[in-house]
């Protein structure tokens, strides 16, 4: 089997369960984020997302629906061995062999955290019933570690929308509505997720620096994710045609590249609350409030961001700022944001 590594990531062209039998170790993944083939005529995809062909990268693998279930165990006992006790996998699926996926993992070690439904925009028209917008996460468990789910990565437990409902809450919800992406003119996989998805799960379920599995990389996605958040990436791709061309496009992803573009939580647990300003907190929080501001980023992250950095909560900065304010006002005789105070 070919195999080319990346920086700290290793990516095969073949079988995902003789590859991972191979190459991958017992308890070595800390999360895996897979969409496998949907058994449904993967010729036919591209009907259902309404996509023009000429981008689409020959090659995508189906399997017969009538081994689908055997293929589905196969895979699901690979994805159970090789994850760490503690690691998590999400299995994206359609409805339609989702019961095939469901007796799997049943039949595994591995414990249900959520079913979750992702919905998404333009489902397939259809005029005699409801259009089918919506796939399944099954967000499952290895039991026997402490499983990583980071609360706060995301938002805050204190942050609040405008008609006062918790933000982190409803971020966490188990129906998650994100678009789909469009692409025009880019060469993809007959089925690729969308970043903000992949994003979330594994925003909530890893740390940098963790590996990050994908059994069915097709368009990579999953991996682009991964590496985007300064994460480790291993994953298996039997198309080489797919394979090949999205490891071109592999080779000029950059480590870490998605991090500026989080939005950094407000989270309200400080680690110095009561303790006085001294003259140079007092400078830091100007010389990095001026630069923030420079940045445009909006009064809630400038906040959280002085609020992280300083380890105090998001009252206190507001009220050290509104003592340094004539200052910063005189220096830069512009209106700022403390204003809105
Ligand atoms: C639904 S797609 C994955 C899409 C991917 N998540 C993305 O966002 O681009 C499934 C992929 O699995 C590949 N595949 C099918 N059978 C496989 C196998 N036994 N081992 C590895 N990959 C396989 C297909 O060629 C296809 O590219």
């Known amino acids: 089997m070919r195999s080319i590594v990346l920086g700290t990531s290793a990516f095969y062209n073949g079988d995902c369960i003789s590859g991972a039998a191979e190459h991958i170790p017992d308890d070595s993944v800390d999360l895996i984020v897979t969409d496998p083939p949907y058994g449904i005529n ?18 995508y693998v189906e399997i017969p ?90 938002y805050g437990l204190v942050e609040k929308t405008e008609d006062d409902r918790s933000l982190n809450n409803w971020d966490r919800e188990d129906v998650w509505v994100i678009n789909r992406e469009y692409k025009p003119g880019k060469l993809k996989n007959k089925n690729e997720l969308p970043m903000a998805l992949l994003i979330k799960m594994i925003q909530y379920s890893s740390n940098e620096g963790d590996l990050i599995g994908d059994f069915f990389l097709g368009g990579f996605s999953t991996a682009k994710a991964a590496i985007g958040l300064n994460r480790r990436t291993t994953g298996f791709e039997i198309s080489k045609p797919m394979f090949d061309a999205k490891i071109k496009e592999m080779k000029t992803i950059k480590p870490g590249y998605l991090m500026p573009k989080l939005r950094t939580p407000l989270i309200d647990n400080p680690k110095n609350p009561g303790k006085p300003w001294t003259d140079q907190d007092l400078k830091f929080l100007g010389d990095e409030y001026r630069r923030l501001s420079a940045k445009k980023l909006a009064k809630k992250e400038i906040i959280a961001q002085l609020g992280n950095q300083l380890g105090r909560g998001r009252w206190a900065i507001e009220k050290a700022l509104k003592k340094i304010e004539p200052s910063i006002r005189k220096e830069t005789g512009k209106k700022t944001l403390l204003e809105f105070f």
């Open 42 to 59: 993967g010729d036919k995809l591209h009907q259902h997302y309404n996509r023009k062909e000429e981008f689409v990268v020959e090659g």
């Open 65 to 154: 629906q009538a081994q689908y279930a055997d293929f589905s165990l196969k895979w699901i006992k690979e994805a159970e061995r090789v994850l760490r006790p503690g690691g998590s996998i999400y299995i994206v699926s359609g409805y339609t062999n989702l019961v095939d996926i469901l007796v799997a993992l049943r039949q595994t070690s591995l414990k249900e955290i959520n079913h979750i439904i992702w919905k998404y925009n333009f489902g397939v028209f259809t005029r005699q019933k409801y259009v089918s917008s919506h796939y399944h996460i099954l967000f499952y468990e290895k039991p026997g570690g402490k499983r990583t789910f980071n609360l706060e990565s995301r």
